[in-house]
């Protein structure tokens, strides 16, 4: 059972653009919603990550999204760059233990 | 960089041989975790550990074990490989009860059974 649905599966985005992946979760006990990035040959790196109580928070270029209702949120990155190609991964769990991670979206920037 | 150590990093080994893969942490942290990594499944837990010698089943445990006889170890076993656990195995380890806690990866190894 796939408690955490991301998509797209790969995402392929013009420099300047602005990505947005997207994740479901079904456990409304979940109350932290970390995203990682992944390159290459690397273990997964915390990139942003919210909590419930608020609808979006943005660090720098990157903006996370909260519907709480919908049970749904989402990454924003402005003004990609190439150096944002990588694998994200949305992520939930209770007590920001235990992460329930998506299946990873691969996305590509392209100069 | 967090303080977590994997090894090996890459490992071939035949059907049927256990394996064990370790993870070394210098950061203190009380919960330690394996994840396995596949194309199409993200990575989903394995086991984790809450403290030493306190450990608990993740969403794929069949096939594998794990001990915790020290904080900053955490090894995880295969007791008979199988062509189904070819995989890419990350630790990471978190520690609870902070403002920001986060959980921190190490660099993964790579495990191919022939």
């Known amino acids: 059972q796939q408690q955490v649905k991301q998509s797209p599966q790969s995402l392929i985005v013009q420099k300047g653009g602005i990505p947005i992946i997207n994740c479901a979760y079904e456990?409304?006990?979940?109350?932290?919603f970390p995203w990682y990035q992944q390159f290459p040959g690397k273990g997964p790196a915390l990139l942003i990550a919210?909590?419930?109580?608020?609808s979006e928070k943005k660090e720098g270029r990157f903006t996370i999204s909260f519907n709480k209702s919908a049970k749904q949120f989402s990454l924003h990155i402005m003004d990609s760059q190439p150096g944002d190609s990588a694998t994200y991964f949305c992520?939930?769990?209770?007590?920001?233990?235990?992460?329930?991670f998506g299946q990873g979206t691969r996305l590509t920037i392209n100069p | 960089d967090a303080g977590i150590t994997q090894s090996p990093r890459h490992k071939v080994t035949e059907t049927g041989t256990p394996v064990t893969l370790r993870c070394h942490q210098t950061?203190?942290?009380?919960?330690m975790y394996w994840y396995r990594q596949d194309p199409g499944h993200g990575l989903r837990l394995i086991h984790y550990s809450y403290g030493v010698k306190d450990t608990d089943k993740g969403e794929v445990s069949d096939g594998y074990s794990v001990s915790r006889s020290k904080t900053e170890d955490f090894l995880l076993t295969l007791e008979s490989a199988t062509s189904s656990q070819t995989s890419v195995y990350f630790c990471?380890?978190?520690?609870?009860?902070?403002?920001?806690?986060?959980?921190?990866f190490g660099q993964g190894t790579r495990l191919t059974v022939v």
């Open positions: 456990n409304t006990a979940f109350d932290y």
């Open positions: 990471a380890i978190s520690e609870p009860g902070q403002p920001n806690t986060e959980a921190f």
């Open positions: 919210i909590r419930p109580d608020v």
């Open positions: 950061e203190n942290h009380r919960y």
């Open positions: 992520a939930a769990s209770k007590g920001a233990q235990k992460l329930v």
